[in-house]
T-cell receptor
Framework: NAGVTQTPKFQVLKTGQSMTLQCAQD?????MYWYRQDPGMGLRLIYY???????DKGEVPNGYNVSRLNKREFSLRLESAAPSQTSVYFC??????????????FGPGTRLTVL | AQRVTQPEKLLSVFKGAPVELKCNYS??????LFWYVQYSRQRLQLLLR??SRESIKGFTADLNKGETSFHLKKPFAQEEDSAMYYC?????????????FGQGTELSVKP
């Protein structure tokens, strides 16, 4: 059981370039999430997918798009990268069946630098 | 608006000293709160959830609705407790569950 996997682990982009961050989970979870982690800001939700076929905006969606490819995979795309998107990106998944047991399982993160 | 606040960016204590990491929340409904921990070079993981009223690795957290707080406590800190700690509020609807995280507190336990 790999849990939640993310690729790549590191990436350096130039301003204006595009890229897609990949995420997959093997726990048969319904819900998946993308967060960014910035110093002093904690984790902020970018987009989430409550179930296969649905996606919704989180707290900081501007500049990002997502695709829930199937139940296992949830990708995050930066169409035109900006230096403000330099961050560590985490993917997570959860069963999301009950609010009080809403445990999310996290991937190892992708460290993205935009020059 | 829903919000989680962790007022301390860094908390530094000596081994054996008591530890309290503060968390305050703003939520109009009945809150469901969690503490997540990220050890160095490891993934973010659940430490404890308020509904379980459990003690994990010696840590406890009590929900105080009057003070809207969910502080994390440990009576005797260990060096292996050094990590980043996040308090999180669960939001749930028929569209699934979301977590609102605080800014995080870095705990440093010195020998």
């Amino acid at each position: 059981n790999a849990g939640v996997t993310q690729t790549p682990k590191f990436q350096v982009l130039k301003t204006g370039q595009s890229m897609t961050l990949q995420c997959a989970q093997d726990m048969n979870h319904n819900s998946m999430y993308w967060y960014r982690q910035d110093p002093g800001m904690g984790l902020r939700l970018i987009y989430y997918s409550a179930s296969e076929g649905t996606t919704d905006k989180g707290e900081v969606p501007n500049g990002y798009n997502v695709s829930r490819l199937n139940k296992r995979e949830f990708s995050l795309r930066l169409e035109s990268a900006a230096p403000s998107q330099t961050s560590v990106y985490f993917c997570a998944s959860s069963e999301a069946g009950r609010r009080d047991y809403n445990e999310q399982f996290f991937g190892p993160g992708t460290r993205l630098t935009v020059l | 608006a829903q919000r989680v606040t962790q007022p301390e960016k860094l908390l530094s204590v000596f081994k054996g000293a008591p530890v309290e990491l503060k968390c305050n929340y703003s939520y109009s409904g009945s809150p469901e709160l969690f503490w997540y921990v990220q050890y160095s070079r490891q993934r973010l993981q659940l430490l404890l959830r308020h509904i379980s009223r459990e003690s994990i690795k010696g840590f406890t957290a009590d929900l105080n609705k009057g003070e809207t707080s969910f502080h994390l406590k440990k009576p005797f800190a260990q060096e292996e407790d050094s990590a980043m700690y996040y308090c999180a509020l669960s939001l749930f609807s028929n569209q699934g569950g979301k977590l609102i995280f605080g800014q995080g507190t870095e705990l440093s336990v010195k020998p």
